[in-house]
């Protein structure tokens, strides 16, 4: 017979860095109060260490009941930096029921060091109590198997809608429809958040950045589908070859004697920007005067909000070669947020019989943690 247990995910989110030169090595620690007279604190679970991560994703801890404490007595939940010196980032303490009721309603708890100083939060990903049952391990309430994955009524697996007599199918398969036990069973837990690592990697297959940023503004549970951001944005330009307008002469276009003009907009960002990288081949008429340029725009709201031209100046030269730019600490990079564009433009010159020619126009954003 099966003894009674709780499986407990626990995630950390925005920690509090105590690292000076990288960021923390989190791992946590889960204790009851020892039932003596001196009141200290028994470790009953103590994770992994999570390396160089503020966010860190735990593995699920399978406690037994009769190593937890009565119903109204606490558990210490604390997370350290792992080091020389192990330092704690926060601590907090709750009851079991509490801690249930943090998973059901996605509340994070926050955490705090010994000075009251916040340490960041803990996300309550997975509460689930097995209170024996069948040999086979099913359970009145879902209970953790031997492969980390997990049996519910009916068969369920954790993987939606793929059931025990099947392999879990890659993208772009078609699942079949859910049996009762399987609707039943969502409906009355509606944790369709907990589910295994390999569930998420197939969900996240289907879904783009911006939908997976509209999961995590919506609840604290998606918070596992964060490391599926992308790091870096390709934005790719197709090649041309302009020649300057007729009717155009210097001055016709600013007062540095340009003839600006729209090369392309890129599509809508979703994060921020650490660095932009461009690199693309380019000539001009090959003769005679240099005047041919590109560069960026940071567009909002479709206005001009900075503009990247004067402080990375470069003319095209007369014979092709490769243009690489790397643009940071300037305003197209650092004020760049969700929602905004990069738009790309050109100038060929004034004056007469200006060319310019651009191939393989590449651009490489590296995007900051959402």
């Known amino acids: 017979m099966q003894k009674s247990s709780l499986a407990l995910g626990l995630n950390g989110r925005k920690l509090t860095d105590k690292d000076i030169f990288s960021k923390s090595d989190p791992y946590v ?38 190593e937890l404490p009565d119903a109204n007595e606490d558990l210490k939940i604390e997370v350290f930096d792992d080091g020389w010196k192990d330092t704690s980032i926060g601590v907090v ?4 029921s509490k801690l249930e009721q943090a ?14 100083k916040n340490g960041g939060e803990i996300l309550v990903r997975s509460f689930r109590m097995d209170f024996g049952g069948s040999e086979n391990g099913s359970g009145p309430i879902a209970s953790q198997g031997m492969s980390g994955g997990f049996t519910l009524p009916g068969g369920y697996n954790g993987t939606p809608n793929v059931h025990s007599s099947q392999t879990v199918c890659p993208p772009q398969t078609t699942f079949p429809p859910p049996t009762d036990a399987d609707s039943h069973w969502i409906e009355e837990h509606g944790d ?38 992308p790091k870096y944005q390709e934005i790719n330009g197709e090649d041309f070859r302009k020649e300057q307008h007729p009717n155009q002469r210097d001055g016709d276009g600013d007062c540095d004697g340009i003839n600006p003009e729209k090369y392309f907009d890129g599509p809508e960002m979703n994060q921020g920007a650490k660095s932009i990288k461009l690199n693309f081949r380019w000539k001009d008429q090959g003769w005679g005067h240099r005047k041919g340029q590109v560069w960026i725009q940071l567009i909002r709201n479709e ?14 030269p007369h014979e092709y070669r490769e243009r690489e730019v790397v643009i940071k600490e300037h305003p197209v990079v650092d004020l760049l947020k969700r929602g905004d564009k990069l738009r790309f433009m050109l100038s060929v010159g004034g004056g007469g019989g200006h060319y310019l020619t651009v191939r393989n126009f590449k651009v490489l954003v590296e995007l900051k943690k959402y």
């Open 29 to 66: 620690v889960i204790s009851r109060r020892r039932r003596v007279e001196d009141g200290g604190w028994t470790p009953i679970r103590i994770s992994e260490t999570i390396k160089d991560n503020l966010n860190p994703r735990w593995s699920e801890f399978l406690i037994d009941l009769t």
């Open 192 to 229: 369709l958040c907990n589910l295994p690592d390999l569930v998420l990697d197939i969900i996240a297959e289907y879904l783009e950045p911006k939908d997976i940023l509209q999961l995590l503004d919506s609840c604290p549970c998606f918070e596992d589908f964060r490391r599926f951001l």
């Open 303 to 316: 206005e001009v909000l900075a503009d990247s031209r004067k402080q990375f100046h470069e003319l095209a």
């Open 103 to 116: 998973h059901k309603t996605r509340t994070p708890l926050p955490i705090t060091d010994k000075k009251m």
């Open 93 to 96: 303490h709750i009851t079991i």
